[in-house]
């Protein structure tokens, strides 16, 4: 059974090795033992609603064989985008440049530096054992923060934002980084990347250009991917539109790749998904297939898991979902079509 | 014998015949007849009427008193961008460092900017091919010199002149085609067209008002800013000589310097001076000797005349001038003219 719950220090030597496999596609999981370290901390502390984090809550949800204890999969949420820095993108907007006598109507992309989405909720730091991509426990890692924040609203940011990966070339290199970033540090995007990772992408962000950009002074391959997604993230996007996400105005000012937004009561699985006090039996037989979760925030669970919904307030759940879930009877579960 | 004077009506159709010949690139003259009308007549009105600077373009003549044809053009603008917006890129330096990434990067800058604004100019300066010898080049762009030197109150403090930028021997301006191109389609030289015949402005509200991070351009573009077309070289070589400098200001379209000066530093004005002329008859003529060449004006703001002597004329406080150079210049004996050596007098 895969259960998606809160990290835990145990989790580490875990993630690592999946943070690893990944190579550098995703900056807010860093690759280095001691920030992963930091990050379980930061999520453990946040799930305890600990002081300390207030305001800028991390949490991490990790994806378990319960039988073998791998960890399988991690997703994030970050209460507030930039965790108490500014966090950073450009807006595309347009320019026109007209001009009567002339005869010119010109409409120009430029792109500026913005924090607006700064304190919005982020979901960040979502990777999958590949073999699990394509079976629907890509979207129970995923849409398990549906559940989380759709249950605890008031502990999020109404506005949910994710930023998506953008294009990189054959080589792994990246035409937006190259064309842009790279005039100002001088490094490929990968070491950009890393220091991203162990200082933070508030710290790179700071040393960028903030004069708006000019998309027509930008390489043509550059400016082919601006806010467009990388292909090995066009699953999730699938997902994400889905729910209802929508691509903003929003890029990541190191690889273009396009923000996602949404409201969070707009989101499909928060609309659409109920709660129910339990009644648990020796075993139930078929059913329809839903992502279920318990009602507790700081012991949160969530799985696809098989019920037979009926009329009433009560559903029935067997002895193996009550476990994996660590509810008892009479106690609530949340569950939404998978 | 040549001589430079105030520009006038009866030359229009040989500036229209010069103007055909500038090629791209001198854009302040345009082979547009009716442009080259109004310019006439503004600065007739500028030397007659004395003008406020705001609106004063002087235009001078080079004159081959012996043909009676004009062979070449200069002009000051007393004070730009006060009628129309002027418009240059600033060169300025961005800096990216952080000492713990070890990174340290200076990134060129181009700001738009209307610094300029309230300068006098030096500008027009065109010379027909067959002239570009005996010094006609120097008489011609330096007598500007001399006219700022007599009528200081007339200009700004600074002076600058706009240097024609690099293009290629087809035209094309690898400045312009990394910006300017980008942001509206027009080629170069309709672009440089429209600005000699006044629309600058319209042209430079469709360029782009944010700061251009120089590596954004293509690297033919970077390598040209600053740099002037090989045709221009002799100029400011010529003007960095009388004390321009180059101050990181240039020219939106295709990148050239705009090198300035305060008129009190330029050396043909601070080593001028003034003298009495002495009309001499059968007057020897010792250009042969080696002798350096001056240039005399006659101070005379509306019949605004200056040519060049040979510095054996030059005495204490006397120059003497032949009787046909008084007739050219309009002076009698004991009229006070200003002079200066034409080229820096090593000593």
């Keep these: ?338 | 014998m040549m001589i430079i004077r105030p520009i006038n009506a009866n030359d229009f159709t040989d500036l229209c015949h010069l103007a055909k010949n500038t090629g791209f690139g001198v854009t302040s003259l345009p082979d547009n007849p009716d442009l080259l009308q109004t310019k006439i007549e503004k600065a007739e009105k500028a030397f007659a009427e004395k003008v406020d600077p705001s609106h004063a373009k002087y235009m001078f003549v080079l004159e081959d008193t012996n043909s009676k044809k004009i062979v070449g053009v200069c002009g000051i603008e007393a004070q730009v961008g006060l009628e129309e917006v002027w418009y240059n890129y600033r060169i300025s330096t961005t800096v990216n460092a952080s000492i713990e990434l070890g990174v340290h990067n200076q990134t060129p800058t181009l700001y738009l900017t209307n610094d300029l604004t309230g300068c006098s100019e030096v500008c027009s300066l065109f010379l027909d091919a067959c002239y570009r010898k005996n010094s006609n080049g120097l008489l011609l762009s330096k007598s500007r010199f001399l006219f700022l030197a007599d009528f200081p109150e007339m200009f700004s403090e600074k002076v600058f002149a706009e240097m024609r930028g690099y293009s290629d021997e087809q035209g094309h301006s690898p400045f312009w085609e990394a910006l300017g191109k980008k942001f509206f389609t027009m080629e170069f030289s309709r672009a440089d067209y429209l600005t000699g015949v006044g629309g600058k402005a319209f042209i430079a509200e469709l360029m782009p008002k944010y700061p251009i991070y120089l590596p954004f351009l293509s690297k033919e573009a970077q390598k040209v800013v600053g740099l002037v077309h090989e045709n221009t070289e002799p100029a400011r070589a010529m003007l960095e000589a009388e004390g321009f400098n180059f101050n990181g200001f240039i020219d939106i379209f295709d990148g050239g310097p705009a090198i300035e000066a305060f008129v009190n530093n330029i050396r043909a004005v601070r080593e001028s001076f003034k003298l009495h002329a002495q009309v001499v008859k059968n007057l020897k003529d010792t250009n042969g000797n080696n002798q350096p060449l001056y240039l005399v004006s006659n101070r005379a703001f509306s019949n605004y005349r200056v040519a060049l002597v040979s510095g054996s004329s030059i005495c204490q406080d006397t120059v003497d001038i032949s009787v046909e150079l008084a007739e050219q210049l309009q002076i009698r004996s004991g009229d006070i003219v200003r002079a200066v050596s034409l080229r820096e007098v090593k000593r």
């Design chain 1, 1 to 338: 059974m895969l259960i998606v719950r809160p990290s835990t220090f145990s989790d580490l030597a875990s993630i690592e090795k999946l943070a690893n496999h990944n190579s550098a596609k995703i900056s807010t999981l860093p690759q280095q033992r001691d920030k992963l370290s930091e990050k379980i901390d930061a999520s453990t502390r946040s799930f305890a609603a600990d002081e300390s984090m207030e305001g800028k809550e991390q949490f991490l949800l990790v994806m378990e064989n319960s039988e073998t204890g791998e960890v399988l999969g991690t997703a994030g949420i970050d209460r507030c985008a930039g965790n108490g820095q500014p966090f950073y993108n450009y807006r595309q907007d347009e320019l026109i440049h007209s001009s009567h006598q002339l005869h010119v109507n010109n409409h120009i992309p430029v792109l500026y530096m913005t924090h607006e989405l700064t304190g919005k909720t982020l979901f960040c730091s979502l990777s999958i054992d590949s073999k699990y991509r394509n079976t629907d426990y890509f979207e129970l890692l995923s849409r398990s923060r549906l559940l989380l924040i759709g249950l605890f609203k008031e502990r999020f940011d109404e506005d949910i934002i994710i930023e998506i990966q953008g294009v990189s070339d054959e080589d792994g290199g990246y035409p937006f980084w190259d064309s842009l970033g790279r005039h100002f540090f001088d490094m490929d995007f990968a070491t950009a990347d890393y220091y991203s990772g162990i200082k933070s992408k508030t710290f790179i962000a700071e040393l960028m250009p903030s004069h708006p950009i000019y998309v027509p002074l930008l390489s043509e391959e550059a400016q082919t991917v601006v806010g467009r997604p990388n292909a090995l993230a066009e699953k999730n996007c699938q997902l994400l539109h889905r729910e209802g996400f929508r691509v903003g105005k929003h890029i990541d000012i190191f690889d273009g790749g396009p923000t996602l937004e949404a409201h969070v009561n707009h989101l499909n699985t928060v609309k659409s998904m109920q709660s129910k006090s339990t009644k648990v039996s020796e075993s139930t037989r078929g059913g329809v297939k839903y992502l279920i979760c318990n009602g507790s925030f700081s012991d949160f669970r969530c799985v696809v898991g098989q019920l037979t919904d009926g009329i009433g307030d009560v559903i029935r759940i067997n002895q193996t979902l009550a476990k994996d879930l660590n509810v008892s009877e009479n106690e609530c579960i949340t569950f939404a079509a998978l």
